[in-house]
């Protein structure tokens, strides 16, 4: 079972600064099975970034994903105070077919 | 637009049984793979059950298998998951999820909150 580990734990920025969040599996995965979610207090999850680095449908260019083998980041240039959230990295393989981290919270500073 | 509604949540006593359903619209049910993803309070987000398109096959966590049931109605646009045997560690919003094209989870429903407490 591949598990992901996403560092920090906690992120405190001040709006318009730069943040970066990883994830880290346990063993290489294919990049094309590699996604980031954002999740809102009370909020169901948003699918941000899929195939590691692709953006899906309405997210603003400010949210970029890289990586391979296992290690994944996760950027956002300039936060905004709607960015302040949990950012989650899940991974789809065979078994279990999906895991997710256990989250980033980017909080404001 | 898709949209995706759960309803069947509420208080359960251990060792008892629930019925979730997810209802959709806005896409082709029937083609798309769906999922279930819970979220223990304060915790992070923990894949549930998956069952494909055609509902033939299905897959589940280590933590709920033998236990519960993912099914669907594609004439309803229906997604459920039979919930038996439940104890407090099932306690969790529970969100109905499409499968994306690339192996992720494109649309949530908003989520059913199950409480398993005597």
């Known amino acids: 079972e591949i598990v992901l580990t996403q560092s920090p734990g906690t992120l405190s920025l001040s709006p318009g600064e730069g943040a970066t969040l990883s994830c880290r599996a346990s063993?290489?995965?294919?990049?094309?099975?590699l996604a980031w979610y954002q999740q809102k207090l009370g909020q169901p999850p948003r699918l941000l970034i899929y195939?590691?680095?692709s953006r899906a449908t309405g997210i603003p260019d400010r949210f970029s994903g890289s990586g391979s083998g296992t290690d994944f980041s996760l950027n956002i240039s300039r936060v905004e105070p709607a960015d302040f959230a949990v950012y989650y990295c899940q991974h789809y393989g065979t078994s279990p077919p999906y895991t997710f981290g256990q989250g980033t919270k980017l909080e404001i500073k | 637009e898709v949209q995706l509604l759960e309803s069947g949540g509420g208080l359960v006593q251990p060792w008892g049984s629930l019925r979730l359903s997810c209802t959709a619209s806005g896409f082709s049910f029937s083609t798309n793979a769906m999922s279930w993803v819970r979220q223990a309070p304060g915790k992070g987000l923990e894949w549930v059950s998956a069952?494909?398109?055609?509902?033939?096959?299905?897959y589940y966590a280590d933590s709920v298998k033998g236990r519960f049931t993912i099914s669907r109605d594609n004439f309803k646009n229906t997604l459920f998951l039979q919930m038996n045997s439940v104890s407090v560690e099932d306690t969790a919003v529970y969100y109905c999820?499409?499968?994306?094209?690339?192996?992720?989870?494109?649309?949530w429903g908003q989520g059913t909150l199950v409480t398993v407490s005597s």
């Open positions: 195939g590691a680095s």
């Open positions: 063993q290489s995965v294919s990049s094309s099975y």
């Open positions: 069952i494909s398109g055609s509902g033939g096959s299905t």
């Open positions: 999820a499409k499968d994306g094209s690339y192996w992720d989870f494109d649309y």
